[in-house]
């Protein structure tokens, strides 16, 4: 594609995007995190943007600054970025680009656990899987875009993922080395009819090629 005739391809498209960890309380100081630096997310919303779409990111915390054009949502917990995802709807595409935390604490203290004769145990409960809620949801955007963070196996697990969560592609990539906070990004694309892999690419390119793509699909 040629960057000039590209400007404007997603006017008047609205998408929905995720970026960045999940905080999940243990007591008021104390909390549950990923590796996720939101980097790669931050700068799909941007890519977007710049293709004319509306754009909505619902970002988990970090210290990015929020790409030109963009409209932005801070959350710190799954369930407050369920919520926020929820209340961004309708939109006409959405990338889930978290590292939603799988699990939170049960029953989060109230005060600051203090050090005492034995160590606390932390009994965990799963969070609510955003992705495959939208997928299935009423308000389902017309294309769902899900990301597998994967250390193994990687295009076998993306292939089973795009499944049972009801998305229309998966980006999987491979997290095994330093993808989380680095600067770079391999990735394979997986979707109904087959899976493409992408050279290694700077996470900014890895954005604006997607971003592309999903100007093609809408
Ligand atoms: N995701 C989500 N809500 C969750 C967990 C994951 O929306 N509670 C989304 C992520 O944003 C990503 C996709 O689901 O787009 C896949 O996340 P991943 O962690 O790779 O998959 P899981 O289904 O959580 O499986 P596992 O961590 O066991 O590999
Ligand atoms: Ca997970």
Do not use: C
Not at 3 to 17: C, D, N, T
Not at 75 to 96: G, H, I, N
Not at 131 to 145: E, F, T
């Amino acid at each position: 594609h040629a960057l000039a005739p590209s400007a404007g391809r997603l006017r008047g498209k609205h998408v929905l995007v995720t970026a960045g960890p999940t905080h999940e309380p243990i007591d008021p100081v104390r909390y549950i995190a990923n590796r996720s630096s939101g980097k790669q997310g931050f700068a799909i919303a941007g890519a977007l943007a710049a293709l004319g779409a509306r754009v909505t990111l619902v970002a988990g915390p970090v210290t990015l600054p929020t790409p030109a054009g963009v409209d932005r949502v801070d959350v710190e917990t799954a369930r407050a970025m369920a919520a926020a995802v929820d209340s961004a709807l309708p939109a006409d595409a959405a990338v889930m680009v978290a590292a939603v935390a799988d699990w939170r604490v049960s029953d989060a203290a109230g005060q600051k656990i203090k050090k005492e004769e034995n160590s606390p145990a932390l009994a965990l409960v799963e969070n609510p899987d955003i992705l495959a809620g939208l997928a299935g949801s009423a308000q389902r955007p017309r294309l769902v875009v899900g990301f597998a963070a994967e250390t193994e196996q990687v295009i076998e697990h993306a292939i089973a993922k795009r499944t049972r969560k009801g998305a229309d592609w998966i980006v999987a990539n491979d997290v095994s080395g330093d993808v989380m906070g680095g600067d770079a990004n391999t990735i394979h694309l997986v979707t109904a009819t087959g899976v493409e892999s992408w050279e290694k690419l700077a996470k900014p390119d890895v954005a604006r090629r997607l971003a592309e793509r999903i100007a093609d699909a809408l």
